[in-house]
């Protein structure tokens, strides 16, 4: 099992930014992918960003150029940055551990973006 807890969340401005970050812990070994998910309300999860352990990343088309994901592997922890930001980022956002095949959820944090 990973345990992934999330932070950095909050109420920022458009136009402004955020870093989210996820720790992880546990079985963190072996852990293959590491990514970002994010669910607005009334909307289905959607997939923003991930990050290969051997370091490829993949974005979702409509937010390639204003977020990147990175990852400290001497901190176990997966970063979000995100620059630029809209009223339509707002949702809660939700770091994902693939281990083994197995996925494992953090609780998410809560970005809200004003106009």
């Known amino acids: 099992q990973v345990q992934l807890v999330e932070s950095g969340g909050g109420l920022v401005q458009a136009g402004g930014s955020l870093r989210l970050s996820c720790a992880a812990s546990?079985?963190?070994?072996?852990?293959?992918?590491m990514g970002w998910y994010r669910q607005a309300p009334g909307k289905q999860r959607e997939f923003v960003a991930e990050?290969?352990?051997?370091?490829?990343?993949n974005y979702a088309d409509s937010l390639k150029g204003r977020f990147t994901i990175s990852r400290d592997y001497a901190k176990n922890t997966l970063y979000l940055q995100m620059n630029s930001l809209k009223p339509e980022d707002t949702a809660v956002y939700v770091c994902?551990?693939?281990?083994?095949?197995?996925?494992?959820w953090g609780q998410g944090t809560q970005v809200t973006v004003s106009a």
């Open positions: 994902n551990a693939v281990r083994r095949g197995q996925s494992n």
């Open positions: 546990g079985s963190i070994f072996s852990i293959n992918v």
């Open positions: 990050i290969t352990s051997g370091g490829i990343t």
